[in-house]
């Protein structure tokens, strides 16, 4: 599973067409499933090539929309959550903050990567009370590189 939080509301429609465009071997549905939606009628289970997201509000003041991808491959799927907010950052020109495990701090829980206006940047989330309408919002710590990662048409990770 995938997730991300983005700084303006998208449409489910946007969310989609970004998806099925990054992975078009895929079919990509919206499925609120959590909330008690019902399946896509078209939505088959035992076909890998089908997968959902879920779009809903966050808890994150300055990043109010949460999405959560599900169905993709199990493997790399941080690396995967990447790509993907950085693609859905450059296509609507957003913000997006991809949760993300520091290679140097693994233990570290708070770290994020935000993706802004083309750059990536080193977040950190410890000061941000989630929920709550006064919290501190997430900390840009520094412009951060990420290693290059490709992904073939049915989000599987390409070594490079």
């Not at 907010?85 to 994020?112: C, I, M, N, R, W």
Request: aromatic content about 14%.
């Amino acid at each position: 599973m995938e997730d991300f939080y983005v700084s303006e509301m998208l449409s489910t429609g946007q969310i989609q067409e970004c998806l099925q465009a990054a992975m078009p071997s895929l079919t990509v549905f919206e499925w609120a499933m959590l909330v008690g939606d019902q399946e896509p009628m078209e939505f088959d289970s035992t076909n890998p090539k089908h997968i959902f997201f879920e779009a809903d509000a966050a808890e994150v003041p300055q990043f109010p929309q949460h999405i959560c991808i599900y169905r993709t491959p199990n493997e790399h799927w941080e690396a995967r959550a990447l790509w993907l907010g950085q693609k859905l950052s450059a296509t609507y020109q957003v913000d997006v903050l991809v949760p993300f495990t520091h290679p140097e701090k693994p233990d570290y829980p708070y770290y994020d990567i935000v993706f802004q206006n083309g750059s990536s940047y080193l977040a950190d989330d410890s000061e941000t009370e989630f929920g709550e309408p006064a919290a501190k919002p997430v900390c840009l710590l520094e412009s951060y590189s990420l290693p290059r990662a490709k992904f073939d048409t049915f989000g599987n990770y390409i070594i490079v």
